[in-house]
C-alpha cells in the first residue's frame, strides 16, 4: 500500500495531513520540520540546506477533486514541470519507504540471527553437558560392573570353600561314627572278657561258697 513516513522520526502519515516538503524530497512531520528549522541543521537525509524559504507544507494524498482545479490557469509547461517535480517526490519517498523496510527487515534478521545464534549456543551447552552426564554414567556403569565381577568371583571362591568344609564336616562325622562303632564293640569285647575272667575265677576258686553259680552245680564229691 502506498503511503508516506517522516523522513526524520519514520512516523506513518496519515491521508489528508499536513506536513513539510523540503526542496530536496525530503518530507518532516510537523514536530520534525519544527525541531529541524529551529536547530539550523541540514537535512538529516542528505544534509542539503533546510531553511524556511525552500520548504513547502503539502498535504498527504490529498483528495484529486481538491486539486482538480489547482493548476488552472498554468501553462502546459508549468503543468508538466509540476506533475514531474510530484512524481520525483513520490519516488522518492517511495525509495525511502523501501529502504526504511529493508532497514527494519535487516533489523529484524540481525535480531533473529542473534537469538538463534544464542538459542544454538544454549542447545549446543545442553548437548554437551549431556555428554559429560552420559560419560559420567557410563564410568560409572563400569565401575559397578567390576565391583559385580570382583563380589562374583568372591563368591566362587567362597562357595568352593563352603562345598571343601561341608566335605570336611562330612568326613568327621563319617569318623565319627566309625570310632562310636568301634568302641561300642570293644566296650562288648571288654564285658565279655570280664564275664569271661569271673567264670575263670569262679572255677578256679570253689572254696568261694556263696557264689551263686557254684550253688546252682551242687556240692562237689
Ligand atoms: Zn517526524
Ligand atoms: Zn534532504
Given at each position: 500500500m502506498e503511503h508516506m513516513r517522516?523522513?526524520?522520526?519514520?512516523a506513518q502519515m496519515a491521508a489528508q495531513s499536513v506536513c513539510i516538503a523540503a526542496s530536496c524530497n525530503h518530507l518532516f512531520c510537523p514536530t520534525c520540520a519544527k525541531d529541524v528549522l529551529e536547530s539550523?541543521?541540514?537535512?538529516?537525509?542528505?544534509?542539503g540546506p533546510i531553511t524556511r524559504s525552500n520548504i513547502k507544507q503539502v498535504t498527504i494524498m490529498q483528495n484529486s477533486s481538491v486539486l482538480q482545479?489547482?493548476?488552472?490557469?498554468?501553462t502546459p509547461h508549468t503543468i508538466m514541470e509540476s506533475a514531474l517535480a510530484g512524481i520525483k517526490f513520490f519516488c522518492e519517498q517511495q525509495k525511502l519507504n523501501v529502504q526504511f523496510d529493508h532497514n527494519q527487515l535487516s533489523k529484524k534478521f540481525t535480531r533473529m540471527q542473534s537469538q538463534c545464534k544464542a538459542k544454538l549456543e544454549q542447545v549446543h551447552q545442553g548437548y554437551l553437558q549431556a555428554k559429560r552426564r552420559y560419560q559420567e554414567t557410563v564410568q560409572e556403569k563400569n565401575g559397578i560392573q567390576a565391583d559385580i565381577n570382583e563380589l562374583s568371583q568372591k563368591y566362587q571362591q567362597k562357595s568352593l570353600q563352603t562345598r571343601k568344609l561341608q566335605e570336611m564336616v562330612k568326613a568327621l562325622q563319617q569318623e565319627n561314627e566309625d570310632l562310636k562303632r568301634r568302641f561300642r564293640v570293644a566296650v562288648a569285647g571288654a564285658l565279655a572278657l570280664a564275664v569271661a575272667c569271673t567264670q575263670l575265677a569262679a572255677c578256679s576258686c570253689p572254696?568261694?561258697?556263696?557264689?551263686p553259680r557254684l550253688l546252682a552245680q551242687g556240692p562237689r564229691r
Amino acid at each position: 500500500m502506498e503511503h508516506m513516513r517522516c523522513n526524520k522520526c519514520a512516523a506513518q502519515m496519515a491521508a489528508q495531513s499536513v506536513c513539510i516538503a523540503a526542496s530536496c524530497n525530503h518530507l518532516f512531520c510537523p514536530t520534525c520540520a519544527k525541531d529541524v528549522l529551529e536547530s539550523d541543521d541540514p537535512c538529516p537525509l542528505c544534509e542539503g540546506p533546510i531553511t524556511r524559504s525552500n520548504i513547502k507544507q503539502v498535504t498527504i494524498m490529498q483528495n484529486s477533486s481538491v486539486l482538480q482545479l489547482s493548476l488552472c490557469g498554468q501553462t502546459p509547461h508549468t503543468i508538466m514541470e509540476s506533475a514531474l517535480a510530484g512524481i520525483k517526490f513520490f519516488c522518492e519517498q517511495q525509495k525511502l519507504n523501501v529502504q526504511f523496510d529493508h532497514n527494519q527487515l535487516s533489523k529484524k534478521f540481525t535480531r533473529m540471527q542473534s537469538q538463534c545464534k544464542a538459542k544454538l549456543e544454549q542447545v549446543h551447552q545442553g548437548y554437551l553437558q549431556a555428554k559429560r552426564r552420559y560419560q559420567e554414567t557410563v564410568q560409572e556403569k563400569n565401575g559397578i560392573q567390576a565391583d559385580i565381577n570382583e563380589l562374583s568371583q568372591k563368591y566362587q571362591q567362597k562357595s568352593l570353600q563352603t562345598r571343601k568344609l561341608q566335605e570336611m564336616v562330612k568326613a568327621l562325622q563319617q569318623e565319627n561314627e566309625d570310632l562310636k562303632r568301634r568302641f561300642r564293640v570293644a566296650v562288648a569285647g571288654a564285658l565279655a572278657l570280664a564275664v569271661a575272667c569271673t567264670q575263670l575265677a569262679a572255677c578256679s576258686c570253689p572254696q568261694q561258697a556263696g557264689s551263686p553259680r557254684l550253688l546252682a552245680q551242687g556240692p562237689r564229691r
